[in-house]
């Protein structure tokens, strides 16, 4: 069974700092990989999809990373703002049950004024 | 555009009572639908699926009952809530295999 791991739980940065929030998931067969943000008391906004077969994706200040070999993506967020307070997840979708997904539990973040 | 509605977007209900939460896609047809329950501090949870209408898959064994009674339409039910069925409540779809799966703002169940 497909697991999905994010380290650290909570991160707490002073504005402008660039940093990266990571994903690790065990099995490598996936289809594609998704971030999602998830502000308090609200639901999840998708942020990138990475497909299997790409290596990056890139919206703004967010460039998402993907290596299936080593079961890994991160999220790399430059230039760091108090408005991207909020907790970030991950979730793979596997090649052999195209109708689920797997979540990891996500990072809360804090950008500091 | 394709939006996701759902509602209400927060119940209070007390233990034994009937649940139902509705959820309605728009600009889309056919979507892959998906009810999950995030409890506090913890990762989200499958609940149930739904590939088309009248199909239900469910993934855990509760007095919870899921249907889809139209193309769009996805609907979480109880006939007696619990006391561990409180939580946050989201419903998602998908249109296609390389589409992102997107989310709706959530209800937040508090049963007392």
């Known amino acids: 069974k497909q697991e999905v791991t994010q380290i650290p739980a909570a991160l707490s940065v002073p504005e402008g700092e660039n940093l990266v929030l990571n994903c690790s998931f065990t099995?490598?067969?996936?289809?594609?990989l998704q971030w999602f943000r998830q502000d308090p008391g609200k639901g999840l906004t998708s942020l990138l999809l990475i497909q299997s077969s790409q290596r990056e994706q890139t919206s703004g200040r967010l460039n998402a990373s993907l290596d299936k070999s080593s079961g890994r993506s991160t999220l790399y967020i430059a230039a760091s703002q108090p408005g991207d307070s909020a907790t970030y997840l991950c979730?793979?979708?596997?090649?052999?049950?195209?109708?689920?997904?797997?979540f990891g539990s996500g990072t809360k973040l804090n950008v500091k004024p | 555009s394709q939006t996701i509605h759902q509602w209400p977007a927060t119940l209070v209900q007390p233990v034994g009572s009937p649940l139902s939460l509705e959820c309605t896609v728009e600009g889309t047809s056919n979507p892959n639908l998906y009810w999950y329950r995030q409890a506090a501090g913890r990762g989200l949870q499958l609940l149930f699926y739904s590939v088309g209408i009248g199909q239900i898959s469910s993934e855990v064994p509760q007095n919870l009952s899921a249907s889809r009674p139209q193309d769009r339409q996805f609907i979480l039910s109880s006939k007696k809530l619990l006391l561990s069925d409180s939580g946050f409540y989201l419903c998602a779809w998908i249109s296609g295999g390389n589409s992102p799966l997107h989310f709706g703002n959530g209800t937040r169940l508090t049963v007392t």
């Open positions: 979730a793979v979708r596997p090649m052999d049950n195209f109708n689920k997904f797997y």
């Open positions: 099995d490598s067969a996936i289809y594609n």
